[in-house]
């Protein structure tokens, strides 16, 4: 279920939550745990519902990353992924130092944000892009369930990614800052 929206108050300025505030409406339960949101700047934004295509993909992935990292770098898939005070995205994999740790992942040491899109996929190349450069994050990639093309986008400025590359399915995608990652998406047995 999608949680109801409104743009009622568009233009007027709004009281922006934080991460701690959102936490604690799930844990007083004015939130359900599952309810798919993000935190962007302090407001919150109902996620899309998940796409059989945008699944079959994020679990061949999955067990493809597994495969192919080194001991020295996790993937956390579908994490929460804590920015700032008021920001925390929810990506399908986030890629970071093993020395890290879970408790220690932040938009500083963050190698590699993968986002999966079908319906979303113009909020994942357009504004959800944006703050991922803002906050700095070296190399994301939006994969296109439809059409299994990727977009990777590196060097963050506040004002968006300097480079931004098509990829078709065919090519080979190579992480930048995770090494060993190197894959094509027509090598995977892809849902039609």
């Known amino acids: 279920m999608i949680a109801p929206v409104t743009l009622a108050a568009e233009g007027l300025p709004r009281r922006a939550f934080s991460v701690a505030d959102v936490e604690r409406m799930v844990e007083v339960g004015l939130l359900d745990p599952d309810e ?62 093993e020395s890290v740790g879970p408790v220690g992942l932040n938009a500083g040491n963050v190698r590699l944000v993968i986002e999966i ?41 506040p004002l968006g990614y300097r480079s931004i590359r098509m990829i078709a399915e065919t090519d080979f995608l190579e992480a930048a800052f995770v090494p060993g990652l190197i894959l094509s998406l027509s090598n995977l047995d892809l849902p039609e």
């Not at 992924?81 to 925390?88: G, H, I, S, W």
């Not at 079908?118 to 892009?129: E, N, P, R, Y």
């Open 36 to 97: 798919r949101i993000e935190l962007i700047g302090g407001e919150l934004v109902p996620m899309s519902p998940k796409g059989a295509r945008h699944e079959a993909l994020k679990i061949l992935l999955n067990r493809l990353f597994h495969r192919l990292l080194s001991d020295d770098i996790f993937v956390a898939p579908e994490t929460t992924f804590r920015m700032a005070d008021d920001t925390y995205l929810e990506p399908d994999f986030v890629f970071y130092p």
């Open 117 to 157: 899109a079908d319906s979303s996929l113009d909020f994942d190349l357009g504004h959800k892009a944006a703050v991922y450069a803002a906050f700095g994050i070296p190399e994301l990639w939006v994969l296109n369930a439809k059409i299994y093309q990727t977009t990777i986008h590196r060097t963050p400025s």
